[in-house]
């Protein structure tokens, strides 16, 4: 666990670390780089860099935490890789609903994976678990269509790093879009015309909508005000016991 500075979230939970590449938001990574790092600085998790690993102790995590806390699951890996045995996903979810006192944000880019599991019935959704899938532009609006099927309570997308226009989108039966530009050294440019019409898309659908950040290469000056103002709105979080 670990305190978070995304602007959605208040802490980070993995338990599983590592993934590879699979679609051009993929491209610069920050798991990759930030694993890179911390295997450099000797970290036990990330001996293998960014190879897929499964950590069993973390499950025993979340019932450590004294106060009701909004987690985001595997900041640095993908729940929905291919490597991770259904069995220990379902292992996860366990102790999400063991512990209703904390939201959990699960993100992924699998949502191929993600659908066929829910069609299994082998994902059971508590009140307290948000699923959301990464939709960076247009090739890969089809995981929207993925997640809508899903039974999951809350669902969300994160369009980020947006790289591409997204109009028209179905927004029938998502509670909440996240949107954000790409940073580091060399961030591919956001176009404010698409962020603008995914708000108007939001608005109209009634659906919450989340400006993350302009990113650039200097994110902190860039800010993350739209038209003037900031934009926080998240689903509604249910009284947590
Ligand atoms: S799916 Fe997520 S964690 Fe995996 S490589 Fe792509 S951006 Fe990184």
Redesign the pocket.
């Known amino acids: 666990m670990a305190q978070s500075s995304i602007e959605w979230t208040e802490m980070t939970w993995n338990p599983t670390t590592g993934?590879?590449?699979?679609?051009a938001?993929?491209k610069f990574?920050?798991?990759?780089v930030m694993s890179r790092r911390l295997q450099a600085m000797g970290v036990e998790k990330y001996t293998d860099n960014?190879k897929l690993r499964i950590h069993e102790k973390e499950l025993e995590l979340p019932y450590t935490w004294k106060k009701p806390k909004v987690v985001f699951v595997?900041s640095?890996?993908?729940l929905f890789?291919k490597e991770v045995p259904v069995d220990f996903i379902q292992r996860v979810f366990a102790v999400m609903k063991d512990n209703p006192q904390h939201v959990f944000q699960v993100?992924?880019?699998?949502a191929d994976v993600l659908l066929k599991y829910d069609k299994q019935g082998r994902l059971h959704w508590p009140h307290n678990v948000w699923m959301g899938v990464?939709v960076e532009d247009g090739r890969v609006r089809h995981r929207i269509d993925a997640l809508r099927q899903t039974g999951a309570r809350v669902k969300f997308l994160s369009c980020e790093p947006l790289i591409g226009p997204l109009p028209d989108m179905d927004l029938a039966g998502i509670d909440w879009v996240i949107v954000g530009g790409e940073s580091g050294r060399k961030p591919r440019r956001m176009d404010p015309d698409w962020v603008l019409d995914i708000k108007d898309q939001c608005d109209r659908a009634d659906v919450a909508f989340f400006f993350k950040q302009w990113g650039g290469t200097n994110k902190k000056a860039a800010g993350r005000e739209l038209e003037g103002r900031e934009y926080n709105e998240m689903p509604e979080i249910p009284e947590l016991v």
């Not at 993934?19 to 679609?23: A, E, M, Q, V």
């Not at 990574?29 to 990759?32: F, G, K, L, R, V």
């Not at 993100?107 to 699998?110: D, E, G, M, N, V």
């Open positions: 993934c590879n590449k699979l679609s938001g993929c990574c920050y798991a990759e960014f595997n640095m890996s993908d890789h993100l992924t880019k699998r990464s």
